[in-house]
C-alpha cells in the first residue's frame, strides 16, 4: 500500500472530502489529488501532521504495504474513547465559544479565529472535534495581549501585590467576642447558601414570578416544598422536583459551597498554615471524588490525575479560568486569620491558583481578607475595601466592584444598581452567570444595600438570580463574621440543627459547633 493509497484510506473513513482534507492540512484540493493518485507525495513536514493528526505512526503512513503495519494502523484508530460519554467539563472541544469569550476578555488577540471558535464548537463530539480543540487550545496558549488593553491582571503573588492600593484596615478583635463571631460566619454561610440552594440554576424571568406567585417578594425568607403545588410546578422550565427545600432537611445537605470550608479545615488541620498549592491538590484527590468537583474545579482535578501541577493545572484547556470556583472557597482562610487581610488573602492565592488565573484567583482572595477584617469591625464599607486593598486595582474585578460601591456612595436605588450588574453580565449565559465578577458584584451590593441586616442581605444576593448558592454563602458568611451568631435570627438556624452533612471522604457529617472549635484551634496556633 502506498502513501497515496493510506491517505485516500484515512481521508475516506473521517468522511472528510478532498477540500476538507486540504483545508485541514494547509494545501490545495489539487495537492490532495495528486498524493492520492500517486503523481507526487507530501513533503516530510505534512507526512508528520497527518500522522500526528489521525494518530497513525509514519511507519504505518508510509511503510503501509507491511500487513503487520496496515493491522497497526486499524488497531490503534480503533482505540478511541466514547465521546459522548465523556462530561462537557472534561471536553474542552464542548466549551470553545467559553474559551473564546473567556480570552476576548483577557485581552488576548484571537478576533481573526472567531469564526473557527464557532464552526468547531458546532461540531459532534468526536476525534476530530477534539484534534480541532487541540489545535485552537495551542493558539490561545501562544496569543499575546492587545497593546490597548487597559488592565494589568496577574497570576503570580508578587506582582499581584505590587499592584495593589493600600489602605488602613483594623486588626485588632476581641478575642473573648471572637468564638462567636466564627460561629456566625459559620452558620451565616451554610443558611446562606440554603436558601439559595433550592433556586441554583434558575434565571430570574422565573425566578422573581415564583416568588411572586408564593408571596415570598421582595424574599424575606426560605422557599418551602410546601409553596409548591402540581399548577405552580408546570408553569416553570426550572426543575423544582428533586430540589433541597428547608422543611424536608435534616441539617444542611451536601453542597459544593459547604464542602470546601470543610476540606480547608482539613488541609489545615493536615498541612498547617504553610501549606502549599501542592498540598491543596493532594488533599483533593485524597478526600473526594472527580464528581464532587464543577467547571474550573473539574478540569484541574483531571488535570492532576493527568500529571499537570500547580500552576500549570489551572491553565491547562481551562476555559473556565476566571470563574466563581475559587470565589467560593477562601472563607476558611479569613476566618483563620482575623485581623490579618494580607495573610488570608495570600492563603486564598495559593488555594486558588491549583484551578484558576487572573480574576478568578482575585474573586478568592478577595472574599478572604473582608472575612479577616469582618473579624475586627461591622461597617461593610471598610470590610469592602479592605479586601479589594489585597487584589490589583488595575484589574477589571477591582474595577466593576468599586463601580458598585460607588453607585451605592452617589445614591443609585437598590432597583438600578442591580439593573447595572444585569446589564452589564448576561446571567443567561453559563459565562456571564458563574464568573467571578458578576457574582461578587451581586455579593458586594447586597452587603451595602443589605445595610448589616442578616435576612434581608442574603435575600437580596439571592432574588437577583446568578449562582444563587454562591452568593447566598458569602454574603452570610462575611454578615455573620462581621456581627456574630447573635445577629442571625433563629428562624434560618434552627433547620440546620447543627448538622452539615458533606461528601467528604472519612468525614460526612460534622456537627457545626465542632467545627467552630477547630477553627479556633487553627486561629491559636
Not at 467528604?504 to 484551634?521: A, N, P, Q, Y
Request: aromatic share 10%; glycine share 6%.
Amino acid at each position: 500500500m502506498k502513501i497515496g493509497i493510506a491517505i485516500n484510506k484515512l481521508r475516506n473513513e473521517a468522511k472528510l472530502t478532498q477540500a476538507q482534507f486540504a483545508e485541514i492540512f494547509g494545501v490545495s484540493q489539487q495537492s490532495v489529488q495528486k498524493w492520492e493518485s500517486g503523481l507526487s507525495t507530501p513533503d516530510l513536514e505534512k507526512i508528520i501532521l497527518i500522522s500526528k493528526y489521525f494518530d497513525v505512526s509514519l511507519d504505518a503512513l508510509v511503510l503501509g504495504n507491511d500487513t503487520r503495519v496496515v493491522e497497526e494502523m486499524s488497531k490503534t484508530r480503533v482505540i478511541k474513547p466514547q465521546y459522548q460519554n465523556i462530561h462537557d467539563w472534561e471536553f474542552y472541544s464542548s466549551n470553545l465559544l467559553i474559551e473564546y469569550q473567556q480570552s476576548i476578555e483577557e485581552g488576548l488577540d484571537v478576533e481573526k479565529y472567531r469564526d473557527i471558535f464557532s464552526s468547531v464548537s458546532r461540531l459532534p463530539k468526536s476525534e476530530i472535534k477534539k484534534k480541532f480543540g487541540d489545535i485552537l487550545f495551542e493558539i490561545i496558549a501562544s496569543a499575546t495581549t492587545k497593546k490597548e488593553y487597559p488592565y494589568v491582571e496577574p497570576s503570580e503573588i508578587e506582582k499581584i501585590k505590587s499592584l495593589r492600593n493600600h489602605v488602613e484596615v483594623i486588626r485588632d478583635y476581641d478575642e473573648k467576642a471572637l468564638e462567636d463571631k466564627i460561629h456566625g460566619a459559620w452558620m451565616g454561610r451554610i443558611c446562606g447558601c440554603m436558601l439559595g440552594k433550592t433556586v441554583e440554576g434558575i434565571r430570574t424571568n422565573e425566578l422573581i414570578p415564583f416568588l411572586k406567585e408564593t408571596n415570598n417578594y421582595p424574599m424575606r425568607r426560605y422557599i418551602y416544598r410546601s409553596d409548591l403545588t402540581n399548577e405552580t410546578i408546570s408553569k416553570y422550565k426550572f426543575g423544582f422536583m428533586g430540589r433541597c427545600y428547608i422543611d424536608e432537611i435534616n441539617g444542611m445537605p451536601v453542597d459544593d459551597d459547604t464542602n470546601y470550608v470543610v476540606l480547608a479545615q482539613e488541609l489545615i488541620q493536615k498541612y498547617g498554615k504553610n501549606f502549599t498549592s501542592y498540598d491543596v491538590a493532594n488533599v483533593w484527590l485524597k478526600y473526594q471524588g472527580k464528581d464532587a468537583y464543577c467547571t474550573a474545579e473539574r478540569v484541574a482535578y483531571c488535570n492532576f490525575v493527568k500529571g499537570f501541577a500547580p500552576p500549570e493545572s489551572a491553565v491547562y484547556k481551562n476555559p473556565y479560568r476566571e470563574w466563581i470556583g475559587a470565589q467560593i472557597r477562601g472563607d476558611y482562610f479569613g476566618y483563620i486569620n482575623p485581623g490579618n487581610p494580607e495573610l488570608a488573602a495570600e492563603m486564598a492565592w495559593r488555594d486558588a491558583s491549583i484551578s484558576h488565573i487572573k480574576n478568578g484567583i482575585y474573586g478568592e482572595m478577595f472574599v478572604a481578607a473582608m472575612l479577616a477584617i469582618a473579624a475586627c469591625t461591622s461597617n461593610i464599607e471598610d470590610i469592602i475595601l479592605g479586601g479589594l486593598a489585597e487584589i490589583p486595582s488595575t484589574s477589571r474585578l477591582y474595577e466593576d466592584v468599586m463601580h458598585v460601591v460607588e453607585i451605592f456612595k452617589s445614591g443609585v436605588s437598590q432597583q438600578k444598581c442591580f439593573e447595572m450588574i444585569h446589564d452589564k453580565y448576561d446571567e443567561y449565559t453559563a459565562h456571564g452567570w458563574c464568573h467571578t465578577i458578576s457574582n461578587a458584584m451581586i455579593v458586594v451590593a447586597s452587603l451595602l444595600y443589605g445595610k448589616g441586616d442578616y435576612g434581608n442581605s442574603i435575600c437580596m444576593a439571592v432574588e437577583t438570580g446568578f449562582d444563587t448558592d454562591c452568593n447566598g454563602a458569602t454574603v452570610g458568611s462575611v454578615l455573620g463574621m462581621a456581627n456574630g451568631i447573635q445577629s442571625i435570627p433563629e428562624y434560618w438556624t434552627k433547620p440546620i440543627n447543627d448538622t452539615l452533612h458533606t461528601s467528604i471522604f472519612g468525614i460526612d457529617t460534622v456537627k457545626i459547633s465542632d467545627c467552630v472549635k477547630l477553627t479556633m484551634e487553627h486561629i491559636a496556633k
